[in-house]
């Protein structure tokens, strides 16, 4: 995303002025029906600031117009992707033109250009020579521009029914929203179907999205009305200096953009949330309010869209987290999970899974300590970079804090005595609990808390051994994501602009760790230039669930600084007596499952709450066909239960089939049903939870053969819910 100080949509917020300049004198009275306040589609008159904004942008327009009327006219030559060679003009021929050059159906679907790699206006005239790109919505970029553009439209839909000030309104992985700050009212629901009438007005009036470059002291005076925008310019914008605007309709704001060529493009919007927020989310800031929407080129788009929201709506883990009773939060204790009974059967089965693969893999499992003494977390750097997200406490007139990683309590346990390279590599791994200070509107369910616990791990190795290391971590990643059903891919972050160590070091890991990437996933990996922590550079592992949506749950971290830090060392091979002469290990964070919570969460709503056999919590349900039939119901039960299956009897006064339906809507993986003939034959009759629905018919099986069966299922935790 583009920095801030170009982005209008990206403008920054400030507190909500108590009166802010252009404001109306005058608003129309609110019609009152019942108990409802009903406003006015738009505010009457009309807030001042766009007649004030539109007047300054005609007057520079006229400007900029007569700049581009002056530049020198010659032939140029464009490049598309596949070599071909168009000609145009500098300063007249724009991407839309070789769009519409090239066809009809091209330039109707083109969203944005690509010009030497920048995103570029489709209607903005090309310069020079150059290479050029046509993105359409279906491509990464394109979709974030057609967003962007989207949320300026909700933002002129904004100021015309609220008068509010602008604040930052930027594109996301799914939408986009507009930050603002509204003068004593509040957004509601029933707001939505007026912000909705308004964007469709925008939409309809195919309003053009005009760029301009404006001076700095310019940009004050348009924007005077508005100390959020204000401050950003004087903040980020040096003296002397130019940023741009852009226009659709009656609303101008603060935008690098660049944008789709007009609103008419828009084919289908919505209003889908609002929430509160910080001005640059700091509590200590003005309140402001964030309004949510969703847009596409196509109106069938929108149609599907709804569809999955209604979808992801039935697979929401705090709905099944509820109608299942695994866990549930409180006022007392915000941000941390109460995992009930069967909640903690599946975190439980997800630990024992993960230290399974330790003791097959050399782990070693630690424990450290829950709170530290403020000084390790400044000696590692987090006290000065993190210490408002962690929960500080004042102990014998010193400071310290509830640990919010594990890795510093590591690097003491590595430092607890000398080590030999010959120990190398250590691999580290504990389930400690952690606690990070989440602001309170952030935390959401399992997804956000602040109380967790990682499948932590911190290997501490040679230089030479790290090329392996991540080889044997991308095995144990495709074996653990495969158990779920998840797809994945990699990224790779390379050096920051900022960072700590040497670029040689630098470069010889991120050789290592793209040679292994193309080895192990050749063609299939994206590089992230300049996005690596300032420690090393890092492989960041996205998963997809059923339903498409990507969750960041892995990643694995070089970590060069820490060992600095800590002083750690090991005795090489070549060590001699010298004491000066130290080798320090390399340090690799490795998360394969991350917050257990977090990823409890995500697994629920991927399965739909309809658990794997291996990990589910309510397994097998036994139920007689009548009273006489309570005893060997039991039996079977308990030889179930004796090779580790969760198992329940239902032994109630309900008739057989509410029983089974109430087993059914339980999310039993089996339904067992035992009656005389099955008493008589040492048998139960098998009900597949996957079959709950269809004509397929119920298996008589014999005890024994059942109780191989479903221990079979269990150790080799396969996805599908069959019996082979």
Avoid at 471 to 478: D, R, T
Avoid at 574 to 582: K, L, R, S
């Amino acid at each position: 995303m583009s920095t801030p100080a170009i982005h209008p949509v990206h403008s920054i917020t400030y507190p909500t002025p108590s009166a802010p300049v252009g404001a109306p004198e005058k608003k129309k009275k609110a019609e009152v029906k019942g108990d409802m306040v009903k406003h006015p589609l738009e505010m009457h008159p009309k807030p001042e600031y766009f007649d004030h904004r539109i007047h300054m942008f005609e007057k520079f327009k006229a400007h900029h117009e007569e700049f581009i009327k002056n530049q020198p006219r010659q032939e140029i030559s464009i490049t598309l992707p596949d070599g071909t060679v168009k000609r145009g003009t500098s300063w007249e021929t724009s991407p839309m033109d070789i769009a519409k050059e090239i066809s009809k159906s091209l330039s109707e679907r083109v969203v944005i250009a690509k010009v030497e790699g920048e995103l570029w206006d489709l209607e903005r005239p090309l310069e020079a020579s150059c290479k050029v790109e046509l993105l359409d919505f279906e491509h990464p970029e394109g979709k974030k521009v057609f967003w962007h553009s989207s949320a300026h439209v909700l933002g002129e839909a904004a100021e015309k029914h609220y008068g509010c000030n602008l604040c930052l309104g930027p594109p996301t992985d799914d939408g986009f929203f507009y930050e603002m700050a509204i003068d004593e009212r509040a957004v509601v629901p029933t707001d939505y179907p007026a912000l909705e009438t308004l964007t469709k007005d925008a939409i309809k009036e195919k309003q053009k999205f005009e760029r301009l470059v404006m001076m700095k002291e310019d940009l004050l005076e348009m924007f005077n009305y508005n100390k959020y925008k204000k401050h950003f310019i004087e903040t980020k914008v040096p003296d002397g200096t130019f940023t741009t605007v852009y226009r659709c309709g009656p609303m101008i704001d603060l935008c690098i953009g660049p944008h789709i060529p007009h609103t008419g493009r828009i084919k289908a919007m919505m209003v889908t949330k609002s929430s509160a927020s910080y001005w640059l989310n700091d509590a200590n800031n003005d309140s402001l309010q964030r309004i949510y929407g969703i847009s596409f080129p196509d109106a069938k788009q929108l149609t599907e869209y709804k569809a999955f929201l209604a979808e992801a709506a039935r697979r929401d883990h705090r709905k099944i987290g509820k109608e299942q009773e695994l866990f549930f939060f409180h006022e007392l204790s915000p941000g941390s999970t109460f995992f009930l009974p069967h909640g903690a059967r599946i975190y439980n089965t997800l630990v024992e899974l993960m230290r399974e693969q330790y003791h097959k893999r050399g782990y070693v499992e630690v424990i450290s300590p829950n709170m530290f003494n403020s000084k390790l977390w400044q000696q590692s750097g987090h006290w000065q970079h993190y210490k408002d997200d962690m929960f500080v406490l004042d102990v014998d007139k010193e400071k310290f804090a509830l640990k919010p990683m594990n890795c510093p309590g590591h690097c003491l346990i590595f430092d607890s005595r000398d080590r030999s390279y010959k120990e190398l590599p250590i691999r580290m791994a504990e389930f400690g609990v952690l606690h990070r200070n989440e602001a309170s509107g952030a935390l959401s369910g399992l997804t956000r808390v602040r109380r967790f616990a990682q499948d932590d791990t911190h290997i501490f190795c040679m230089p030479n051994q790290i090329e392996g290391e991540i080889e044997g971590l991308f095995e144990f990643m495709e074996q653990i994501y495969g158990l779920f059903g998840f797809t994945f891919r990699m990224t790779l972050s390379t050096r920051p602009e900022t960072f700590l160590g040497k670029i040689e070091t630098w470069d010889a890991a991120e050789k290592q760790l793209s040679e292994v990437l193309e080895r192990h996933y050749p063609g299939k990996w994206e590089l992230n230039p300049q996005d690596g922590a300032f420690y090393g550079p890092k492989i960041d592992i996205t998963i997809k669930d059923a339903l498409g949506r990507s969750f960041q749950c892995a990643t694995i971290q070089l970590d060069f600084q820490l060992p600095e830090q800590f002083k750690l060392k090991y005795r090489g091979p070549d060590a001699h007596d010298d004491p000066e002469f130290v080798t320090r290990p390399v340090m690799i964070h490795r998360a394969i499952l991350g917050s257990l919570e977090r990823f409890m969460g995500i697994v629920t709503e991927h399965t739909a709450g309809k658990w794997p056999f291996w990990i589910s919590p309510r397994q097998v349900l036994v139920i007689p066909v009548a009273a006489p039939y309570k005893d060997y119901a039991t039996e079977v039960a308990q030889k179930l239960s004796d090779i580790g299956l969760y198992v329940d009897v239902d032994n109630g006064e309900n008739t057989l089939p509410k029983k089974v339906r109430n087993g059914e809507i339980a999310q039993y993986n089996f339904i067992l049903v035992v009656g005389q003939e099955e008493l008589d034959s040492r048998s139960v009759n098998v009900r597949n939870r996957e079959d709950v629905g269809t004509k397929a018919r119920s298996e008589m099986v014999k005890l024994e053969e059942i109780v191989e069966k479903f221990a079979s299922l269990k150790k080799e935790r396969r996805f599908e819910n069959k019996l082979l």
